[in-house]
């Protein structure tokens, strides 16, 4: 079956970098757009960046446009989120998710990880 497993989480201070990497596994994800979102304590789950898996295209939300670079590596079957300037708004867990194309939903998730931006 589809697997997402996200790692690279940590705590990092202000202004600092982390680099998150999604490993997939289960299928082909030709024809799939990887994305990124993040949940940060009561609040609800956002959108942060997504990729299409064949053509590299990317998307951000604007609050980290400039800031973080969605990047994939095809023969790794992995997805990368480069987070540059960190601020303490950028604390969440953070979730690699992917969807058809063709569908608004993404109906595969990994399990998550966590940053931390001390200011």
């Known amino acids: 079956q589809v697997q997402l497993v996200e790692s690279g989480g940590g705590l990092v201070q202000a202004g600092g970098s982390l680099r998150l990497s999604c490993a997939a596994s289960?299928?082909?994800?030709?024809?799939?757009?990887m994305g990124w979102f993040r949940q940060a304590p009561g609040k609800e789950r956002e959108f942060v960046a997504r990729?299409?898996?064949?053509?590299?295209?990317?998307l951000y939300q604007d609050s980290v446009k400039g800031r973080f670079t969605v990047s994939r590596e095809i023969a790794k079957d992995t997805v990368y989120l480069q987070m540059n300037s960190l601020k303490p708004e950028d604390t969440a867990v953070y979730y690699c998710?992917?969807?058809?194309?063709?569908?608004?939903?993404?109906?595969?998730w990994g399990q998550g990880t966590q940053v931390t931006v001390s200011s």
């Open positions: 998710a992917a969807r058809l194309l063709s569908t608004r939903e993404y109906n595969y």
């Open positions: 289960g299928r082909s994800f030709v024809g799939y757009t």
């Open positions: 990729i299409n898996w064949s053509t590299g295209t990317t």
